[in-house]
């Protein structure tokens, strides 16, 4: 199984992207991966069509962290946004059954593939647990009835502590509320492998702010440097 991340290089993502600028901002302010929202079925503001991402993408610097944030299930789509996109990761950020990801895996050699866990409640552990042996990394996010992500809610941290230990060694990355203020706090509770950030860092127009993003990373490096 292929490694989620280079263990020298925090993973710091800021997810939303729409616009070649805000990708640049992004990582200027030190981000380490860009999301870009494609394939989507429940509300997302910072959704962008998959021709617009393939653009952004292709514009990047060679080794840029790309994700590809979608709620399909169908594998085979996934794939084939995975691919025409150029994205090197895939987070699945819906309930896609465990064989079905399995089949995204054989289907995208190479790609890493995250699996997103919803902490609504102390049974997500054993969802966990279920994806960790198909999933090169988890992502935990909070939900609403909805949204998939993006609610700038958070949840119970505690319960995403007891899933990073449940799943160790396999990376996990905390989402869900977090921004410049609450993230090094989040990072010593729940002790990630790296951190997820989207309307956090995000002006009153829903655009990225520099200053928001630059912050949210300065205190995510810091905080995981004590953490890791």
Known sequence: MQAARDETIPFI???GIQTFEEAILA?????????????LTHVAADGVDEHIAREIIARLPAGANTVMVTHLLDAP??????????ARTVQVHNDMPVADLARLRSLLP???????VHVVGPEAISRAASYASEADGM???????????????THDWSISRRIVASVSPRPVYLAGGLNPANVAQSILQVRPAG????????DADGNKD???????VDASK???????
């Open 13 to 15: 993502k800021i997810c």
């Open 27 to 39: 990582l200027d302010c030190g981000a380490t991966a860009l999301g870009f929202l494609v394939g």
């Open 77 to 86: 789509e996934v794939a084939r946004l995975a691919r025409f996109m150029g």
């Open 110 to 116: 190479g790609t890493v593939i995250l699996k997103a």
């Open 139 to 153: 992502l935990l996010d909070s939900r609403t009835a909805d949204r998939l992500g993006g609610t700038g809610q």
């Open 195 to 202: 951190v997820d950030v989207n309307s956090g860092v995000e």
């Open 210 to 216: 520099r200053s928001k993003v630059q912050d949210f």
């Open 222 to 228: 810091a905080a995981l440097r004590l953490a890791l």
